[in-house]
């Protein structure tokens, strides 16, 4: 439905990866001012072409961005497509307000994050999940929660993906979030082409780890990284090492997610070992408090292969008081090696996509989902899993011309038309609208 007409707007990057199927098509409905930001402090490793604009929304609560997906698989009975999203924000003072915003984003109708934009920092958000074979329109959505945070995008990527990484945790009714992806050996953005993924992995800025520890190049040529989840082979060369042989490695962490959370940990041996040489290590959870499924969270003894990856699959790590986790890499007593890790990643999985507002009404952005979220100018009924837009406040929007035919949101009820320009007649399917009381 076109009532209020606007064009395709943002700078869409849609990046297909070698493992692509997909057709692209054009990104509809979101209104926004483009704005220029400077690049100059942008952090190396992003595209200052891409992130020397952005779209900013002064208007409206929540504002969207449609893009149709369409999965021509090239073999019909495979199962479902799972695509890698990801939105990007880098604020760059480029209002001069010194005043990074924040906001909320929304997927498909249901709640994907609060964003909180940083000065200097390119913030991203990222999930995976599968699209419906049904209806593969993908909507994301900007909505502002704060008076004078202006929601604003600078990037967003749509990648088709293997189904068979992350599976472990992946029902396809399920989306996965992902919160960290860090490569403790790495001292620049990797992302694609070294990661065929198109995943991002972060150098430990922070340099969270033990002061002790050093980053230590592999002697291998190579590093087989067909394992599960597939790290790239640039974040398996190089590793993080305690030089104190008899300190661990530890890494807190803290979320605001509710929910239990899962975490891969990546290893590699750096160099060949002799017959006395030993690297060996055990991973601790909270002290080994028990998981959200009653396990105690201790996993090992690991010993890093040579020449190729080893990963540990964390699952359904819970926070501490405050929010706050740990996990400690600590040396077995046979260990005469220290500790040493390659990379961390952090996702959790996200409630089951709510079915969006109902169809029948034909928007594309969802107009309801998620609560309180709707848009300012629609109410819905209350129906939890398929709202229907039972209201129209169209006042003094500037709309001219004649109405397009929205006979199927047969749910409305009221429809406020007052102070536009609307010039044919009034069409007859209104008169069908069986609910309609005020118009
Ligand atoms: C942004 O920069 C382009 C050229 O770099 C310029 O043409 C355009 O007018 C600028 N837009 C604004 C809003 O300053
Ligand atoms: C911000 O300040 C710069 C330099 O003073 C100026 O060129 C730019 O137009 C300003 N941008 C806005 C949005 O006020
Ligand atoms: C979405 O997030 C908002 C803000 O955190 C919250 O108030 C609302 O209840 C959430 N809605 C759903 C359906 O989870
Ligand atoms: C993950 O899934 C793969 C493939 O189904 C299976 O081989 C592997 O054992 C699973 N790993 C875990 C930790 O469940
Ligand atoms: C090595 O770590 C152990 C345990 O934390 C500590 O007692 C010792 O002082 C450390 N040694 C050095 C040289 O830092
Ligand atoms: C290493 O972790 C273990 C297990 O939590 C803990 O008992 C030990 O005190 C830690 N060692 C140091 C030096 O912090
Ligand atoms: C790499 O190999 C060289 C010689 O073979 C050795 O001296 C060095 O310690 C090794 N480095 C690592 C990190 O294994
Ligand atoms: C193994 O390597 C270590 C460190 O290079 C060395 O001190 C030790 O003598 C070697 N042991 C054997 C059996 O070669
Ligand atoms: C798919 O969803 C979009 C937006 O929610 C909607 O506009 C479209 O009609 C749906 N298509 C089908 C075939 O259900």
Not at 415 to 437: A, C, M, V
Request: net charge negative.
């Amino acid at each position: 439905m076109n009532i209020l007409n606007f064009g395709p707007l943002l700078r869409l990057l849609l990046l297909f990866s070698h493992l692509s199927c997909f057709d692209i098509v054009v990104p509809v409905s979101a209104k926004g001012e483009t704005r220029n930001v400077t690049t100059k402090d942008l952090p190396p490793g992003w595209d200052s072409h891409v992130m020397s604009t952005l779209r900013e929304f002064r208007t409206r609560k929540k504002n969207c961005y449609s893009l149709d997906v369409d999965h021509k698989a090239e073999d019909s009975s495979t199962s479902v497509e799972r695509v890698l999203l990801r939105a990007s924000f880098f604020y760059g003072n480029y209002d001069n307000k010194s005043t990074p915003p924040s906001f909320h984003l929304q997927i498909n109708g249901n709640n994907w994050t609060r964003v909180v934009t940083s000065m200097d920092q390119v913030v991203y958000q990222e999930m995976v999940y599968s699209l419906n074979s049904k209806n593969s329109t993908i909507t994301v959505c900007l909505s502002q929660t704060h008076v004078d945070n202006l929601p604003f995008i600078s990037a967003l990527e749509v990648r088709s993906w293997d189904s068979d990484i992350y599976s472990n945790y992946t029902d396809p009714n399920y989306p996965l979030f992902f919160n960290e992806r860090t490569a403790f050996g790495i001292s620049r953005t990797v992302r694609f082409p070294e990661d065929s993924y198109g995943r991002i992995w972060a150098p430990d800025i922070d340099d969270r780890l033990e002061p002790t520890t050093v980053k230590v190049r592999s002697n291998s040529t190579s590093i087989k990284v067909n394992i599960h989840d597939n790290p790239p082979e640039i974040v398996m060369r190089t590793s993080a090492v305690n030089l104190n042989s008899s300190a661990n490695i530890t890494l807190y962490g803290s979320t605001v997610v509710e929910v239990p959370f899962h975490i891969n940990l990546y290893f590699s041996e750096v160099m060949v070992l002799n017959s006395t040489q030993k690297r060996s290590f055990n991973i601790i959870v909270n002290d080994g408090y028990t998981s959200r499924d009653g396990t105690f969270q201790k996993y090992g003894p690991v010993v890093p292969p040579y020449g190729r990856a080893l990963e540990v699959r964390i699952k359904n790590v819970i926070t501490g008081i405050l929010g706050w986790f740990k996990i400690e890499i600590v040396p077995t007593d046979d260990s005469t090696l220290p500790p040493l890790i390659n990379a961390y990643e952090e996702f959790y999985i996200g409630d089951k996509l709510v079915q969006g507002t109902n169809s029948d009404d034909g928007w594309t952005g969802d107009p309801c989902l998620p609560s309180p979220f709707t848009w300012d100018w629609v109410a819905c009924d209350s129906d939890a899993n398929s709202p229907r837009v039972i209201v129209l406040y169209l006042n003094g929007l500037g709309l001219t011309g004649s109405l397009p035919d929205f006979s199927a949101m047969d749910a409305l009820e009221t429809i406020d038309f007052s102070n536009n320009r609307l010039t044919q007649e009034i069409p007859e399917f209104l008169g069908t609208l069986s609910k309609l009381s005020i118009l």
